[in-house]
C-alpha cells in the first residue's frame, strides 16, 4: 500500500488545474439536472466554457490495493468540509493535500477544524521548529520573530492546527522529518494534512512510513503479486483473448488489464492478484496468446524490439 501512496505521490508531482470537485449528493442532483432538462448535446457542445472537471479513471491509477479514491477539490470550505467528512468516515487512512500555506486561501486548516468542530490552536512545538529550521526570505530582511506583523501573522497560520482538547496530543501532530518544521496534522484520527508542494508533500508522506507500519495488514504490499507480459500486439487484437481470460479468472481475484504504450513497438498487459501461484499457471498461457514475453519492468524489452 504505501508504495504505491508513494508512487501516486510521484505520479502527481506537477501541477494540476484547480478542477473543482462536488459532492456525490450534489452531482446526483446535477446528473439529473442535465439528463431532465431541455439542454441538448449541441447546446452543451457550444456554450461558454465557465467550469471544468477532470475524471481520472484506472485500476492502474488506484493500484488495487488500500488506495480506493483520489479527489480534486476547490479551495472552497463547503466542498473541504463535505469531502473529509466524507472520507474519514469512508475510509481508514486519508491525506490530504495543499491550502495550508500563509495567504488567505489557505483554508484547509479552518474547514477541516469546523467539518469536526475543532478549534485551531497554535502548536508550540512547530512553532519553534519554525523558527529554528525556516530560512529568512531575501524579501523580508527586516522580519523578527518578536515583532508582531502581518508577515508573523500570516506565518503563524501554518502551524495553527485543528486540536481536539481531549485527546494526546502526541497522537494529533507528526514530524516525519527531522530537517522539516512542516508538521503532519492528524485530525479526527484518520486524516492527515499535508502541503501541495510536490516535493515537500513527498518526503513527508515518505518519513510517515515508521508511524504507518504496524497498522498494515501487508505492509509492504507483498500481499499483491502483479505479472507483466510485454507483446507487440495492438490492444484490439488481444481484446477478445484478454475478455474471455478476465471472467475466467475474476472467481480467484485476479485483475487482468491492457495498457497501450504510445509511441513504442509493444503494448503492456498485465495480470494483478494475491494468488501468486495461479498467476504463474496463466503466464505461459498469457503469452502464447499475446504473443509475448514476460518482463519485470514495463519497456526493459523496448531494445530488443527495435
Keep these: 500500500m504505501y508504495s504505491r501512496i508513494s508512487q501516486v505521490a510521484r505520479h502527481f508531482s506537477r501541477p494540476l488545474p484547480n478542477y473543482a470537485r462536488r459532492s456525490d449528493a450534489a452531482i446526483g442532483c446535477s446528473a439529473n439536472r442535465i439528463m431532465s432538462s431541455s439542454s441538448s448535446a449541441d447546446d452543451r457542445n457550444t456554450r461558454t466554457i465557465h467550469t471544468a472537471a477532470c475524471l481520472i479513471i484506472g485500476d492502474e491509477v488506484l493500484g488495487g490495493k488500500s488506495l480506493k479514491r483520489i479527489e480534486v477539490i476547490a479551495d472552497d470550505e463547503s466542498e473541504i468540509i463535505e469531502a473529509v467528512r466524507r472520507m474519514s468516515s469512508s475510509y481508514d487512512f486519508v491525506v490530504t493535500s495543499g491550502g495550508i500555506g500563509p495567504t488567505h486561501d489557505d483554508i484547509t486548516y479552518q474547514s477541516i477544524g469546523k467539518a469536526f468542530n475543532l478549534p485551531l490552536r497554535l502548536h508550540e512545538e512547530a512553532y519553534a521548529k519554525m523558527k529554528e529550521l525556516s530560512k529568512p526570505h531575501p524579501s523580508q530582511p527586516n522580519f523578527s520573530w518578536d515583532d508582531d506583523s502581518p508577515a508573523r501573522r500570516a506565518k503563524l497560520r501554518m502551524i495553527e492546527l485543528p486540536t481536539d482538547e481531549s485527546r494526546d496530543a502526541n497522537q494529533q501532530v507528526i514530524f516525519p522529518q527531522e530537517d522539516i518544521w512542516v508538521p503532519v496534522a492528524c485530525i479526527n484520527g484518520n486524516v492527515h494534512v499535508l502541503p501541495g508542494v ?43 483473448y484478454l475478455t474471455e481470460l478476465a471472467e475466467r479468472v ?25 494468488d501468486q501461484q495461479f498467476m504463474e499457471s496463466l503466464v505461459e498461457e498469457v503469452v502464447k496468446n499475446v504473443k509475448g514475453r514476460r518482463v519485470q519492468v514495463e519497456g526493459e524489452d523496448d531494445e530488443v524490439a527495435a
Excluded: C, Q
Excluded at 501487508?218 to 481484446?239: Q, W
Excluded at 472467481?251 to 492478484?273: C, D, I, Q
Design 198 to 240: 510536490p516535493r515537500l508533500f513527498e518526503r513527508l508522506l515518505t518519513g510517515m512510513k515508521p508511524f504507518l507500519l504496524a497498522r498494515l495488514t501487508d505492509p509492504e504490499g507483498k500481499g499483491i503479486h502483479r505479472v507483466l507480459i510485454s507483446t507487440p500486439m495492438s490492444e484490439s487484437a488481444v481484446a477478445p
Design 250 to 274: 475474476e472467481a480467484k481475484g485476479v485483475k487482468v488489464g491492457s495498457y497501450p504504450r504510445w509511441g513504442k513497438e509493444r503494448n503492456t498487459v498485465t495480470l494483478v492478484g494475491r
